[in-house]
């Protein structure tokens, strides 16, 4: 049975930081790209950040400089490092795992970031 489980999140004020956490379970992980995305109200689920299985990351523009994505294997967890949040980084964050050569794709349960003072 896979199972994604994301911890961290929390009320932070602008400017703060908070870290969230995902714990795999499941899955080959270091097979897995895992990445983390995010949804608002009314809005689709977007991108924020994804590390793949040879350690490349690449993150949204609008979280640039600020967000920080990284994985440990040993322990089957990706990381995302937030600072200097916004209001508008205010969303539910999604951890996601991904494997494109078996088409395998696999979502946490969410994670609500309140960023607001």
């Known amino acids: 049975q896979v199972q994604l489980v994301e911890s961290g999140g929390g009320l932070v004020q602008p400017g703060g930081s908070l870290r969230l956490s995902c714990a795999a379970s499941?899955?080959?992980?270091?097979?897995?790209?895992m990445g983390w995305y995010r949804q608002t109200p009314g809005k689709q689920r977007e991108l924020v950040a994804r590390i793949f299985n040879d350690g490349r990351a690449e993150s949204a523009d609008s979280v640039k400089g600020r967000f920080i994505i990284s994985r440990d294997n040993a322990k089957n967890t990706v990381y995302l490092q937030m600072n200097s949040l916004k209001p508008e980084d205010t969303a539910v964050y999604y951890c996601n795992g991904a494997r494109a050569l078996i088409l395998s794709t696999y979502w946490g349960q969410g994670t609500q970031v309140t960023v607001s003072s």
């Open positions: 499941g899955i080959s992980f270091r097979l897995y790209t």
